[in-house]
């Protein structure tokens, strides 16, 4: 475990915890937080039974809009847990305690367990979100603890392990650990405290978008290439391998529509670190954090770009696969048909008056029809089973 319990218990010190996570969200989004949070209602279609099971399992005792940099909605449950949700989608949940551990168990309990599915619920129409392409994983924690006296505070390793970076400024210290953030402060500076908690999140969270992104590639991209590396594929098979691509295709537009959108919520971040009086270590740090962000931002955009071309030439080759098969098909049925013509254009020539129409020739007629069915199905069949090869070009 990170955190020594014997050694909490027997100092009796308060810290704050706060812990969050982030999808992207608009004002939009935040006002159908603010009707759900409020009274769990919602002008969506979603039942209102529904709705109300998961709005008591919040446990929410007041709610109130706020404005700051971001608007937000702030909700305190009855345990004193207090909740906020920014316009821009990052979200957090604060509680105080001597036992860090006992404390932030509590707190992802009540995330995973409560309040994730109540805000998956309400967000559950529409196109699908980032949350559902991202698999569950720990949210980033931050620790913050206020002190009379900031140049005489000393790290205690043997309670959070060592510490990876140390910041420091004259209103602040910052300790990255291996979970997240310890950050001490004095009295007068708590309210940064806040806001160093909430870049940090927003950068752990954005970070991991970006991996989970990365790790879809590698899914999408190794399922284009095992098609590719064939070379070749039955008619019979094109239509299932075409089903399967086009899949990857829709997920393939979810995401870059995504990824297009998230350097307008990194720039709304970043930002916010100029305006704030961190220190030039500190503010230096964070700055060089986002520039970092956003530069891997621009890889990822790339590369999902890549995807979408790769993806493309593989969907072209297994059409035209398609479009072979049905025109060799279609060929044979042809020249089905035209000896039919000929046999009977030769037929007539051979008659010295035109044919009657009997029982017995319509019969036969049918019979011709019949069999030209079954001789085409046979020649299609071949030719489905028939293999052909794929297009490579754009592999």
Same mark, same amino acid.
């Given at each position: ?6 050694? &909490? ?90 036992? &860090? ?75 990255? &650990? ?59 098979? =094109? ?46 740090? @964070?700055? @060089? ?53 000929? =046999? ?24 011709? &029809? ?26």
């Amino acid at each position: 475990m990170l955190y020594n319990r014997t050694y &909490i218990q027997m100092t009796k010190e308060t810290y704050k915890i706060i812990y969050g996570g982030w999808y992207q969200r608009t004002v939009l989004h935040l006002d159908e937080i603010e009707e759900f949070f409020t009274d769990g209602t919602s002008e969506l279609d979603l039942p209102e039974d529904d709705l109300k099971k998961l709005w008591r399992a919040l446990r929410i005792e007041n709610v109130e809009r706020r404005s700051g940099y971001m608007d937000y909605v702030q909700a305190e449950t009855e345990g004193g847990m207090k909740i906020r949700y920014y316009e821009d989608g990052l979200y957090t949940l604060e509680t105080e305690s001597q036992d &860090i551990s006992e404390a932030k168990k509590t707190i992802e309990d009540y995330c995973g367990d409560r309040l994730n599915p109540a805000v998956s619920y309400i967000f559950s129409l529409g196109a699908p979100t980032s949350h559902k392409l991202i698999q569950s994983r720990e949210h980033p924690m931050v620790v913050i603890k206020e002190v009379p006296d900031l140049k005489k505070f000393e790290f205690p390793p043997e309670k959070f392990g060592k510490a990876l970076i140390v910041l420091n400024s004259e209103d602040v210290k910052v300790y990255k &650990i291996r979970e997240g953030f310890f950050v001490v402060l004095s009295e007068k500076s708590k309210d940064l405290g806040r806001n160093l908690a909430e870049l940090h999140i927003f950068l752990r969270e954005f970070q991991n978008h970006l991996y989970a992104y990365l790790s879809l590639h590698r899914q999408v991209w190794e399922s284009i290439m095992e098609v590719k590396n064939q070379k070749v594929i039955r008619g019979t098979e =094109a239509d299932e391998v075409r089903a399967r691509l086009e899949s990857h295709e829709r997920l393939v537009n979810v995401v870059n529509n995504r990824i297009n959108q998230m350097d307008i919520f990194a720039g709304s971040r970043g930002g916010f670190v100029n305006s704030l009086r961190l220190g030039e270590q500190v503010q230096k740090y @964070f700055s @060089f954090k986002f520039n970092t962000l956003r530069d891997t931002l621009s890889y990822i955009d790339h590369m999902w770009k890549g995807t979408q071309e790769n993806l493309r030439s593989a969907i072209e080759g297994v059409m035209e696969v398609k479009r072979q098969s049905s025109f060799q098909g279609l060929r044979s049925l042809q020249f089905i048909m035209s000896i039919g013509v000929i =046999a009977g254009i030769i037929g007539y020539m051979t008659e010295s008056e035109l044919p009657q129409v009997t029982s017995k020739g319509a019969l036969y007629f049918l019979g011709i &029809i019949l069999l030209t069915w079954f001789v085409n199905g046979l020649v299609n069949r071949f030719y489905l089973s028939r293999k052909y090869k794929i297009n490579m070009e754009g592999k």
